[in-house]
């Protein structure tokens, strides 16, 4: 129910609007370097930072690089880096051995980042897209993407990445029964504080394609990810991924891609009240980016004003590449 309001001139909504101070003091939502995740592409090799074309400003970085950018991020107050690994088409293989390798790169990363900066909290992802040969989330036998076989290769991984000292488990597959999978070996190996952020929601959408640059999955992918990510169309059936994962032992949500489902996330934050994050993925930054750098839009005031839009939908914190910049901002 609506509080009544007097009829104008008794209310006159732009007295709250006059000054500074009254906008303020009457915001309903604010945005804080304490929402930010911040994801990153780790790579091979030693002080490399390289570019991607398709990301203005997003780099690949080695181990050494990463723990740097790290210290940096703790410096700025962000609470929160998570780690993705750039592989090449030579790097990758059909049985994906490398994701639970305790010293693939990720997991060096990992290990590094926890020695040097152990106050930021370091989340993972798993998946097998950024070591399979074919570029997909699972193990792919006949042309079908196996659900069971892949579940089982995912808590390997996650398991390494646990030993290996992360803080939040990421799973971004979807595939089903992998959170309960997850829970339970990480309770029966003692990993009982290991948090998982679980890809819930996740729709089947083209705003990954910088990402998939990024990761070197682009050239690797073969088809679409249809029958796993979910369809666009759809809105109940996130909660019903919702509601399974946080059944299985999930700690906290995730909704992604960000703005274009902002509905996803204030359905899913009224309906179960949970830690729930939002992916502003890498579509989203590239457009904001690529229209600032041709001076259509002010890139400072949309990559906040986009932020804003998160918690204004529910969100408790994003995952985004505006991180670092978005910090510098809020801390003037
Ligand atoms: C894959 C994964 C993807 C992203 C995060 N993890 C891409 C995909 O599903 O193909 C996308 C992130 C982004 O676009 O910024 N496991």
């Known amino acids: 129910m609506r509080p009544t309001q007097a009829p104008f001139p008794a209310t006159r909504l732009r007295r709250l609007r006059q000054s ?11 945005l804080t370097v304490d929402d930010f995740i911040w994801p990153v592409f780790v790579r091979s090799g030693e002080g490399i930072e390289e570019p991607i074309p398709s990301m203005p400003g997003v780099m690949r970085r080695s181990v050494d690089k990463i723990v740097e950018a790290a210290k940096e991020a703790a410096d700025l107050g962000i609470p929160a880096i998570c780690i993705f690994p750039y592989t090449g088409l030579e790097e990758r293989t059909e049985d994906c051995a490398g994701a639970w390798d305790p010293d693939n790169h990720a997991n060096r990363a990992i290990r590094a980042i926890k020695a040097a900066v152990p106050g930021i909290a370091v989340m993972t992802d798993v998946a097998l897209d950024t070591y399979n040969i074919n570029g997909h989330d699972g193990f792919v036998e006949d042309g079908q993407i196996v ?9 390997k991984m996650t398991l390494a990445q ?171």
Request: charged share 25%; net charge negative; proline share 4%.
């Open 162 to 332: 646990a030993e290996a000292g992360a803080d939040i488990i990421g799973p971004s597959d979807m595939m089903d029964g992998r959170i309960g999978a997850m829970r339970g070996a990480l309770e029966a190996a003692g990993h009982q504080n290991v948090m998982i952020l679980s890809y819930s929601a996740k729709y089947a959408s083209a705003f990954y394609g910088p990402f998939r640059d990024a990761v070197g999955a682009s050239g690797a992918l073969t088809g679409d990810k249809k029958t796993y990510q979910m369809d666009p169309g759809n809105s109940d059936e996130a909660l019903r991924l919702i509601e399974r994962d946080l059944r299985e032992g999930a700690d906290m949500v995730m909704v992604k891609p960000g703005l274009p489902y902002l509905d996803i996330c204030r359905r899913v934050k009224d309906t179960f009240g949970a830690p729930t994050y939002a992916y502003q993925v890498s579509g989203e930054y590239a457009m904001i980016q690529g229209a600032a750098a041709n001076g259509w839009i002010d890139g400072d005031k949309v990559m906040l004003e986009s932020l804003m839009a998160f918690k204004r939908a529910g969100c408790d914190g994003i995952l985004t590449y505006f991180a670092p910049a978005a910090a510098k901002l809020l801390a003037r």
């Open 20 to 30: 500074p101070s009254v906008r303020a003091l009457t915001r309903e939502n604010t």
């Open 147 to 155: 659900n069971d076989r892949t579940v089982e290769a995912l808590v």
